[in-house]
């Protein structure tokens, strides 16, 4: 419902929009238009470049490089065979180029295909470098760009430059670039490549166990912000009907990166902010530079000093808000609304999980032998057998790794047997490895922030809708503050900023479980949580997991060879043996069950105790 | 603070009230007083200035000069004339130092229909197909072939070479224009070499040029990279001569060229204040100007600033109106006006015909030998 709304919301603000564009020749004078173009081409400017600096992390310094190509591109389009033949005086232009036509519109698409095929081919082999080497790369090929332009005089006239490029940049041509372009972001970003290209900045190394491709990740980002680079830069050209190499130094590329730090790196909604304070601001503190008579004081003006000023206010964002006026948040209709509370599980008593006849067979070797199961809310449930039980196999049909042979399993109500295991994951489930599987290079705080990402994956389709899946962006913003809440209720706060790998064991396990509870689980699977404890660390771990349960609302399944561990925490207990479901009950049940005592407790009960 | 900002707000509007007034004619000057160029734009801004001080009433109306920074940037340069024409309402504009800057500004002026007049933009194509825009500079086919036929007519040297900033478009119009020129009167180039912008090692391109042999080198730089293009060509024990243009035509030359500028020529506007003979308005603007800036001498952008200004309350006195279409009427038919820069004659393609001068560091100072009638 909230997804419509917003929707609806989304849709009248961009025909209210359209109506302010279309009337505004109507009150805005020819000054105000062009600061409104302006305001468009360098937000779209600034969200391609926050696409590859800001939400993928790859410091790039080249999108003037970028924009030289895509105005040159368009410009060369667009210009009539007789405007070209009377601009090279210099050298002659080539003869393939004077016919060469296309209109506006089809050039602002070859324009943005022309950088992104550059960009491509920057970033194949200097995506391999990582941080301020790429910044340095790029930066270099931004130059090499401006010096090519103006030296290949047949093809681009040179230091001359282009002029009486037809003024194709009308407000809804700028706004209308714009809006498609937000769009596509917003939509990506959305999506789950989205969340990969996050999850690539945050943690290159951690996305990679992950099985993400990220040097392919990255390359496409960065090919696709080459492609606003390209687009912008065209609107550019076409707006002030002029251009030369020198339009494209450094200083703008400067310029755009103002912009996406003033905003908020990583945020959308913080580019369209910067890009209209960076715009109007510089013009509207043109007032500081006249001659001002203030009480009959005459103060001289001072040519320079709106910078001066601008460059204090720009100082105070960044010393106020250090990262930026939005950080990584975006702009959403929910502020708006109070927020509604979610709605709580209906009673205590409800099932979470429920297995009927759950069948596993590897070949002919029959893991599970119908397995079922009934979890309801808020309990702690051991599942214990003897090695080679079937234990883990039960885990993995569970949580999704495994694809159970026949039977149903249900998670909140829903089938989920046989979905994959990031759609378990999403359905709400969460669970450990039986051996630590922490990212050890990382930081404490990385690992839960990996662990969040997961909750990420969404259903491409979805992005294909805008704005109607909100909650899905939302949570992404909060990420950080909420892995670090996590590590503060599990006590592991001080380490945040430590590498995981350097924590002691028991700690591990903590981080561990924080990092599964950071995709916000309502159930949560622990493997073996006690094996390698000592009898302290196993008492401090009973209490631990007593207390997951209730903070985080959980309702917890656990294997466990520690018996003592087993006995004490859980409410009620499973026993498999063979891949046979035994016996069920409370412990005191199942310490007095003899089919248990037989199969498991009596014939290895040393087992039990060496765990 | 928001009450701070709402206060200058008040202010701002305050201002802007004042200002509007019918009895006054609006002139815009847009020009680089930061950024890059803002050397070349000040001084331009100053010589307007002072213009303007001398000449405050056109037709008996009042005149404001309405001034805006253009940051050495294209889009500031359309934004500052845009505003210019639409908040300020301006009847006409001067402007500005910067070809490109120029070519921003001159689409927007040409489109609204307010004339501008440029001060020293010299690419052809500021001009080219442009109704409303004029300027006071003579532009650089004409002032490369002016170097040319004063080295080989009046210097008698019959081999030469250049030296160019790639980057430029002014330096690589003059380079071909001198090269075309001096070819077509008989001479031999024998060198044609080419640098960046912000370079600030010579060795290589001086050396080929040692090789080359030629009797005169030109080098249409800018006067702080041309110094040192100078003191390394003195170090390495350069013979040849150097000819530069009006881009040198700098007070400071001097000061950061030492003894290694002695020699040096450059074509320039005819005006130095070291002119033996100067007109009636040169003269008053020399002596007009070291009463404001006793510690600075006059260069050509201080006189094309100020001449700016001649041109266009000239235009507004013959037109009898401040309207910007007669205006730019009246610029069309500017003949033989006196300027600081000599008689000033707007031609065809609205570009200034007027002589050309030339200018020799001797002894430290800055001297003018005299001037010289290009062929083109």
Known sequence: MKSVRNLILTIIFVILFAVFLEKAPEFLNGYWQRILNL????????????????????????????????????????????????????????????????????????????????????????????????????????????????????????????????????????????????????????????????????????????????????????????????????????????????????????????????????????????????????????????????????????????????????????????????????????????????????????????????????????????????????????????????????????????????????????????????????????????????????????????????????????????????????????????????????????????????????????????????????????????????????????????????????????????????????????????????????????????????????????????? | MRKFTAALMLVLMLCTAALADDDVIKIGVFNCLTGQNAFGGQLELEGTQLAHSLNPEILGKKVELIIVDNKSDKVEAANAVTRLIENDKVNAIIGTYGSSLAMAGGEVAEKAGVPVIGTSCTNPLVTQDKKFYFRVCFIDPFQGAGAATYAFRNLGLKRAATLVDMSNDYSVGLGKFFRDSYKKMGGQIVASLFYQSGDTDFTAQLTALIDAKPDIVFLPAYFAEGAIVLKQAKELGADFKFIGADAMDNPEIVTLGGDAVEGFMHTTFAYDPSMPEMNETAKAFTEEWNKIHPDKAPNVNCALGYDCYIMLKDAIERAGSAEPAKIRDALETTKDLPTVTGMTTINATHDAEKDMGIVEIRGGKKTFVGIVVPEV
Request: neutral net charge.
């Open chain 1, 39 to 611: 305001i468009a081409i360098n937000a779209i400017l600034a969200l391609s470049l926050n696409l590859i600096y800001g939400i993928t992390g790859m410091f790039s310094l080249g999108h003037a490089g970028f924009m030289a190509i895509g105005a040159y591109v368009s410009a060369l389009l667009v210009l009539s065979p007789a405007q070209k033949s009377a601009m090279w005086i210099l050298e002659d232009i080539y003869p393939f180029l004077l016919n060469v036509n296309a209109p506006f519109v089809v050039s602002l698409i070859l324009a943005g295909l022309a950088a992104a095929f550059f960009g491509l081919l920057v970033a194949l082999p200097v995506l391999r470098l990582g941080g301020d080497y790429l910044g340095i790369a790029t930066l270099g090929f931004a130059e090499i760009i401006r010096i090519l332009i103006t030296n290949m005089a047949p093809l681009t006239n040179g230091s001359l430059g282009l002029k009486g490029i037809p003024a194709y940049t009308t407000l809804f041509m700028s706004w209308g670039c714009l809006g498609i372009v937000l769009l596509c972001t917003v939509c990506m970003l959305k999506s789950n490549f989205g969340g990969v290209l996050r999850a690539v900045r945050d943690d290159e190394v951690a996305a990679k166990m992950m099985g993400i491709n990220t040097f392919k990740i990255k390359v496409l980002a960065f090919t696709l912000g080459c492609f606003g680079g390209g687009l912008g830069g065209a609107l550019m050209g076409n707006l002030i009907t002029t251009i030369d190499p020198k339009m494209f130094m450094i200083t703008q590329t400067y310029n755009i990166l103002m912009i996406i730090v003033v905003g908020g790196l990583g945020s959308v909604t913080g580019s369209i902010i910067g890009s209209f304070l960076v715009t109007t601001m510089l013009e509207w503190l043109r007032f500081v530079e006249n001659p001002i008579t203030i009480f009959n004081i005459n103060i001289p003006g001072i040519p320079g000093m709106r910078m001066v000023i601008f460059s204090l206010l720009l100082i105070m964002v960044i010393i106020f808000r250090r990262e930026g006026i939005m950080g990584m948040r975006e702009f959403s209709w929910d502020i708006f609304f109070p927020k509604r509370k979610i709605k709580d599980f209906e009673s205590k008593t409800e099932t979470v999980l429920e297995l009927q006849d759950v069948k596993l067979k590897f070949g002919g070797l029959s893991a599970i032998e119908n397995l079922n199961m009934k979890i309801r809310h808020w309990e702690i449930v051991g599942l214990i057998g003897p090695n080679g039980a079937g234990k883990t196999s039960a885990f993995n049909v569970i949580s999704g790794f495994y694809k159970p042979t026949s039977g149903t399993i249900k998670f909140l109500g829903k089938s989920i047997g046989g979905l994959s295991p990031d759609k378990v994951c999403q359905a709400g489930m969460s669970r450990t490895f039986q051996n630590i599987r922490l990212f050890g290079n990382e930081t404490v705080l990385q690992n839960v922030m990996i662990g969040s990402r997961i909750r990420q994956k969404y259903h491409w389709w979805m992005s294909l809708l805008p704005f109607v899946f909100t909650d899905v962006i939302k949570e992404d913003a909060e990420v950080r503050a909420q892995a670090m809440n996590l590590l503060d209720q599990l006590g592991l706060d001080a380490f945040a900023d430590e590498k995981a790998s350097s924590l002691p064991y028991g700690a591990q396990r903590r981080l561990e479980i924080a990092r599964a509870l950071a995709t916000k689980p309502r159930f949560l699977l622990l493997d073996e949580p006690a094996a390698g404890m000592n009898p302290q660390e196993s008492e401090e771990l009973m209490k631990f997991i007593r207390r997951l349960r209730d903070e985080f609302d959980l309702t917890i399944l656990l294997i466990e060879h520690d018996m003592k561990v087993v006995m004490n925490v859980c409410d009620y207990i499973h026993v498999l043996d063979q891949g046979v479901h035994i016996a069920e009950g409370t412990p005191e049940e199942i310490k007095s069950n003899p089919k248990v005592i037989e199969a498991y407790l009596g014939a290895g009960a040393s087992e039990g105790s060496a765990a």
